[in-house]
């Protein structure tokens, strides 16, 4: 559904869109958070001379204004939700949590896959899928107390370490066999050559990855050497200079578990000790405007790296050694296989990866898909063994408890 025109003047927008409000004044329109100034300000410019004059990227606005407004109305959701009780046949439930950049691109996708698949199958689909911005307490509360895995929805679908590896949660019906990868990608993306992704227990399919990479602040950065690799970060010219995506539990559990398996301790103190503050990707990019406390290294989403200004002095770096992946895992019940494999299909698919891949910049694991990346551009990976020879769930919490305690200077 088209919301907008690139025409349309920013008052026109956030009349008919109040909730989109926070996202211009989060990416440098601060007057439209104030009614006398919005009035003034945004009744006489259009949105494409708006972010033409801030050097903003208008596709990827364009992605957030959506984002802000399908978030607010549940009419995707809802055509999903409701398909499923148009006729009386069996049900599967499709359960999690989806990037934001991509959400709204794939339950679109997903909606016209939904028409499809129930028009010709004696199965509909019960789908709910939010936004990872939402955190994902809500599957855990939907899984609490379920100790018989029929009870389970039959395929989840979510970014992150903790939740599928937790003993309390999905480790233990993983050690029960309940999950297989029949997403029959054997071989992955070129991209991923020189790292191995697939379960070797056969339990996940990963159909994509979050990377993390550097935004620096070049006029900060002043006559100290570019950073370029992660250990860069613990360097005491970098101490209480550096913003971290706490807030974003799945890429920063990611980075603390990649810290502590190459630096042991002292490493995820150090980079606590690094951290000037949290913020969200849509105010990294624009960290170099801040009036104090203006972070030299910014640790985010690739994806949100393509906000930043072109000419200013904000530079996004690949690490030398690897971006930091968080991985985007499916999880599918064996015993529904039959049933499930479209479902399945689709997901690891080249439409969906086109998806992860080009509108989110979420390199995909699908290997006909051009993840549109340099050669040179490699991947830090957790790596099976040490998944498969840790409690990750221990491992996290106290890689936290020492984070936390550096910021106290403990």
């Given at each position: ?197 697939k379960d070797p227990r056969g339990h996940l399919s990963m159909i994509g990855v979050v990377p993390a990479v550097f935004l620096i ?110 991985p985007i895992f499916l999880l599918s019940k064996k015993s529904k296989q039959n049933a499930l494999q479209e479902v399945v299909n689709f997901f690891a698919s080249e ?60």
């Amino acid at each position: 559904m088209k919301y907008f025109e690139s025409s349309d003047t920013l008052k026109a927008i956030v009349d008919k869109y109040p909730e989109t409000i926070p996202v211009f004044t989060s990416n440098g329109f601060s007057q439209m958070g104030d009614a006398e100034k919005r009035d003034k300000f945004a009744s006489s410019i259009s949105l494409k001379m708006a972010l033409t004059l801030k050097q903003l990227n208008y596709d990827t606005f364009e992605r957030l204004l959506v984002e802000a407004i399908e978030s607010n109305n549940s009419t995707v959701d809802a055509t999903i939700a409701t398909s499923s009780k148009k006729r009386n046949k069996q049900s599967l439930s499709i359960m999690g949590a989806l990037p934001c950049p991509v959400r709204i691109p794939l339950l679109e996708k997903m909606i016209t896959f939904t028409e499809d698949f129930e028009a010709s199958s004696s199965y509909v689909l019960n789908t709910e899928l939010k936004a990872a911005s939402m955190g994902v307490d809500w599957i855990e509360e939907n899984i609490k107390g379920i100790s018989d895995p029929e009870k389970l929805p039959d395929l989840f679908i979510s970014a992150g370490f903790d939740m599928f590896f937790d003993k309390d949660k999905f480790g233990k019906f993983k050690a029960m066999g309940v999950f297989e990868d029949f997403s029959g990608l054997d071989t992955y993306n070129e991209s991923f050559a020189d790292i191995e992704l697939k379960d070797p227990r056969g339990h996940l399919s990963m159909i994509g990855v979050v990377p993390a990479v550097f935004l620096i602040n070049t006029k900060e950065l002043g006559d100290l050497p570019m950073p370029t690799k992660w250990s860069d970060l613990m360097k005491a010219e970098f101490e209480n200079r550096v913003s971290l995506p706490v807030g974003d539990f799945d890429l920063f559990n990611g980075i603390l578990l990649n810290f502590y398996k190459n630096y042991g301790d002292e490493g995820v103190r150090k980079l606590g000790r690094s951290l000037l503050e949290s913020m969200h990707p849509s105010q990294m990019v624009r960290s170099d405007r801040k009036s104090t406390n203006r972070p030299i290294i910014t640790i985010m989403p690739y994806f949100f790296t393509k906000m930043t200004k072109h000419g200013g002095p904000m530079q996004a770096i690949w690490p030398e050694d690897g971006a930091i992946i968080s991985p985007i895992f499916l999880l599918s019940k064996k015993s529904k296989q039959n049933a499930l494999q479209e479902v399945v299909n689709f997901f690891a698919s080249e439409e969906v990866g086109k998806v992860l891949s080009h509108n989110g910049l979420f390199p995909t694991t699908n290997p006909n898909v051009d993840n549109r990346l340099a050669k040179d551009n490699k991947f830090m990976w957790l790596g099976w063994d040490y998944i498969y020879s840790h409690d990750l769930t221990e491992t996290i919490h106290h890689c936290e408890e020492l984070f936390n305690n550096s910021l106290k200077g403990e």
